[in-house]
């Protein structure tokens, strides 16, 4: 069996678990649960990628979901930043489990530091146009310029799961990941289309480093919170 699916399994110590200060087991458990919610949300973002059936309804409905997976996804990668930032790093001194924290460790939270402080990151872009409200201000005028007759379907069905309004979707998408892109340059000689796929492909890359760097330091604390000795295979 691969090692990416080798499931190991642990058993904490009760009397560990009971005994550690109410700070340091509010800590680890808030990891613990947001380490939860990102594999949860990553894995239906990879469940979003496979093809599901053919035809141009499987096409947009695919696509769809996938945009909007990751849009809850980049949401919810900010709000796992949040809580870090809160309930370790704004610490004075210097939280334990910070200090504590390896090398390795360290580096992915330094590089998370800087990419969650930068300002137009196509993660944050995504994040204040369209994660988990709708910008007022996003201006739509250049998509529905060129918007295509494949764009501008809507397919109705009885239950509304399966209804597709497939137009405010992509005009919407189309505007945030052509945004992405320019802000990524080198788009000037591009079209909106060919922005907007740009767009994803930047926005995929950062989802993806992100994710990679945040279960690395969210493992690191919560290794820390309980030591090695008060878990049993």
Not at 58 to 84: P, R, S
Not at 93 to 112: F, M, Q, R, Y
Not at 159 to 186: C, E, M, Q, W
Not at 223 to 232: K, N
């Amino acid at each position: 069996m691969s090692r990416n699916f080798e499931i190991i399994q642990l058993q904490i110590n009760e009397a560990t678990l009971k005994a550690l200060p109410n700070r340091q087991r509010n800590q680890l458990l808030a990891c613990m649960h947001a380490h939860n919610e990102l594999a949860v949300m990553n894995r239906l973002l990879m469940f979003s990628c496979n093809a599901v059936g053919v035809g141009e309804l499987h096409d947009h409905a695919q696509g769809v979901q996938m945009w909007c997976i990751m849009q809850v996804l980049t949401g919810k990668l900010f709000e796992v930043w949040k809580m870090l930032d809160e309930r370790f790093l704004k610490s004075n001194p210097t939280d334990p489990a910070i200090a504590a924290l390896s090398g390795d460790h360290k580096e992915n939270l330094e590089w998370l530091q800087g990419y969650f402080d930068t300002k137009d990151t196509a993660l944050r872009i995504i994040r204040d146009k369209s994660a988990f409200h709708y910008d007022k201000q996003l201006n739509l005028d250049e998509a529905v310029a060129d918007v295509t007759e494949d764009e501008r379907r809507v397919y109705l069905a009885e239950h509304p799961a399966n209804g597709l309004y497939y137009l405010g979707s992509s005009i919407v998408f189309r505007t945030v990941f052509a945004i992405v892109a320019d802000k990524a340059g080198g788009t000037s000689a591009m079209s909106q289309i060919e922005r907007m796929q740009k767009g994803v492909d930047v926005a995929l890359t950062d989802v993806q480093e992100v994710n990679v760097r945040l279960h690395a330091v969210l493992y690191g604390l919560e290794r820390i919170s309980i030591s090695p000795g008060h878990i049993r295979m």
